[in-house]
């Protein structure tokens, strides 16, 4: 069985909703175990648990959103220590373009490494039905490519 972490940070309510979204679509894979966690309560031992990781976060000042950031600094360097890489995608719920989120998730994911498999998913504005579909969507492609060993 393949394992899907799927790692938010959320302040204003968005991101998780979109991460709900996302779960939803992971569950409908029965080859593959997904886990939700905000990034505030995901750690080390998670990451290394999964197989992929689907990260949502908001761009704050055009930057990751610092919640996620924080994750991502705590688990690099107990990372570097084993030998292995995880796939990923990412949704970003923003007011701006997302750009600058994106870029430097990008840059830090080749560090640990990761392999980008999904394009990264820009969401701006409120949630809508739309952006919920879309997020459910990116769930399910994640968790099916690593059940069928795409990924």
């Known amino acids: 069985m393949k394992h899907l972490l799927i790692v938010y940070h959320s302040q204003s309510g968005t991101n998780a909703r979109l991460a709900q979204a996302a779960l939803r679509g992971a569950l409908q894979e029965e080859g ?20 992929g990781v689907l990260f949502g976060a908001a761009e704050n000042f055009g930057y990751l959103a610092g919640g996620l ?19 990923y995608g990412t949704f970003i719920g923003t007011g701006n373009d997302g750009s600058g989120a994106v870029r430097q998730l990008q840059r830090i994911a080749r560090g640990y490494p990761m392999r980008e498999v999904a394009e990264p998913l ?3 504005g409120p949630v809508i039905d739309t952006a919920l579909a879309r997020c459910e969507e990116l ?13």
């Open 139 to 151: 769930g399910l492609t994640l968790a099916a490519g690593l059940a069928m060993g795409i990924f």
């Open 32 to 51: 593959t175990e997904t886990r939700l966690l905000r990034a505030v309560d995901a750690d080390t031992s998670d990451l290394l648990w999964a197989d």
């Open 69 to 87: 950031t924080d994750f991502l600094a705590r688990t690099f360097y107990p990372a570097q220590m084993q030998p292995r890489s995880w796939v």
């Open 122 to 124: 820009v969401l701006r």
